[in-house]
């Protein structure tokens, strides 16, 4: 899960220039997150599943 301000990061990095490759490098997150990212206009809170084996 990416916070904020990395989503922020992000979008401004691309808004630059910068390539999804080069923006992983920077961030430490992986290709695929960024581009997920990068299609989102807001961030969007991660489902949190229920565990039913969970006591």
Known sequence: MITYEEFV????????????????????????TISKRLKEKELMPRKRVDNPFQP
């Open 9 to 32: 990061m992000i979008h401004t990095l691309h808004k630059q220039g910068y390539s999804i490759r080069a923006i992983a490098r920077m961030t430490g997150l992986d290709r695929r």
